[in-house]
């Protein structure tokens, strides 16, 4: 038996922060502790306590560092990990310009290797404990991923990028190729170890309504994969949609004609949508992601969180690396805030802390696995330091609870925040160490 007493400040949620005042659904102890046994958390309690109880466990204490579930990013593009903030351009400029000359060196094995190393290294040191990353059309590019996230213990969602139009040489795909290899590498990865695979057509100007349909047959015959793509992140891409898809009743419409909405589908972005779009997701409980640093760094618009949250919406948060312009989750969380406040919302910490975990992990279908700190729940932790730099430390002299002693690391902090991540009940140790 693999034992351990992890002791600070815990913050561990009940519920739901956007369904009920925040008070009853967050669990706050200044002296907490979190017993891990063999990879996920058995008890949770007061420090004192779990340690009579338990005397011969091996203890980490932290002291007032926060204890929290790891932070999940529920989007993101692991092959777009080194052209992260290029500067200038639009949607399908940026697409175009930067994204797909990137995304053809990932046709080399040992690059797809080197990158997808390197991004999951910057997400742990970030205190992500899972991704959901778009991988590229080349099915190495996906052994890739789910090997190095394996080697690190981690939960990780990703799927080969479909792609069969609209994209360049080198960078397509067809119909038959994107089902034939999404297939062999559900059957190779979906369910092994810790690995979730998701069907992933990029989104639907660069799919042919036949491959839409083939990964929508996919998906029937394995329904317990999810199914991630992208929509309505800009004004000019709905228009685009709009002409390659002239019967369709709205941009969710072309996924949904061939069979690409359902409950265990994750809409990326979601910005500019209609009523029709947002009635059947509602309906449906399909997932919407929200990836704020991206939708200001490419110029999308302002995402509507207290509308879809009305609408009982699931709504995970994501870097969106590299469209966003930050690998940390609380940086993402403090985009979130700000583009909620152009909306005239002030988001709660505990409602951004709760999107950045259980939230993600909920559009995931993991809630209770991942993200949380229940008992039950998989031992994947982050450690914040409060304290991180001289201008979040005098900043936190002055506060009277967590939540204001948490909000400036969220709004100023960054990898420096991140003292310790436990990955299944064991401390990481950071590759260069
Ligand atoms: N829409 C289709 N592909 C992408 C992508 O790689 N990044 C973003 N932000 N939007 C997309
Ligand atoms: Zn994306």
């Known amino acids: 038996m693999n034992e351990h007493l992890i002791l600070g400040q815990t913050l561990r949620f009940s519920g739901d922060p956007f369904d009920a005042p925040f ?3 967050t669990h706050i102890s200044t002296s907490g502790a979190v017993l891990v046994r063999d990879g996920r958390i058995a008890e949770m309690g007061e420090a004192q306590t779990l340690r009579q109880k338990y005397p011969q466990i091996p203890v980490t204490d932290y002291g007032s560092d926060l204890i929290t579930a790891g932070f999940v990013d529920a989007h993101m593009h692991y092959p777009q990990t080194a052209m992260i903030a ?3 351009k639009r949607l399908i400029d940026w ?19 080197d990158i997808a190393g390197r991004t999951l290294d910057l997400a742990l040191a970030h205190g992500t404990t899972t991704l959901t990353s778009f991988c590229t059309i080349h099915p ?30 080198g960078l397509r795909d067809d119909a038959k190729s994107a089902y034939d290899d999404s297939k062999t590498l559900i059957d190779r990865w979906h369910g092994t170890g810790r690995a979730t695979y998701a069907i992933t057509p990029r989104f639907s100007p660069t799919s042919t309504p036949d491959q839409l349909r083939a990964l929508g047959d996919l998906w029937a015959e394995h329904p317990d994969c999810l199914m991630q793509t992208h929509l309505s992140e800009q004004v000019d891409e709905i228009d685009w949609v709009r002409g390659l898809y002239p019967d369709a009743r709205d941009y969710l419409d072309t996924y949904e004609a061939f069979g690409l909405l359902g409950q265990k589908g994750l809409y990326g972005h979601a910005i500019h949508l ?22 200001t760094f490419i110029g999308s618009g302002l995402f509507d969180m207290a509308g879809l949250k009305a609408r009982q919406i699931p709504v995970g948060l994501a870097t969106d690396t590299g469209g966003g312009s930050s690998f940390s989750m609380l940086r993402t969380m403090a985009a979130a805030y700000e583009i909620a406040q152009l909306r005239h919302v002030p988001l709660h910490p505990a409602q951004l802390m709760w999107l950045a975990t259980e939230g993600s992990a909920q559009t995931l279908h ?15 932790i982050t450690v914040l330091n409060l304290q991180s730099t001289p201008a979040i430390a005098q900043r936190s002299t002055r506060t009277t609870d967590l939540w204001e002693a948490l909000f400036p690391t969220i709004m100023m ?12 009940g064991n401390r990481h140790q950071p590759r260069s160490a």
């Open 23 to 25: 008070e009853t659904v």
């Open 413 to 424: 902090g960054d990898d420096r925040a991140i003292r310790d991540v436990w990955i299944a």
């Open 140 to 169: 190495q590019s996906v052994d890739a991923l789910f090997h190095a996230a394996d080697m690190r213990g981690m939960a990780v969602v990703a799927g080969k990028t479909c792609m069969d139009r609209n994209a360049p040489d």
């Open 95 to 113: 697409l175009n310009t930067y994204t797909f000359p990137e995304e053809k060196r990932f046709a080399d094995p040992d690059y797809a290797a």
């Open 366 to 380: 993991k809630a209770g696995e991942i993200g949380s700190l229940n008992v039950g729940a998989m031992a994947d």
């Open 274 to 295: 209609e009523a029709r779009e947002l009635d059947r997701l509602s309906e449906l409980g399909a997932g919407v992601v929200h990836c704020p640093t991206s939708n």
């Open 86 to 88: 290029s500067w200038g």
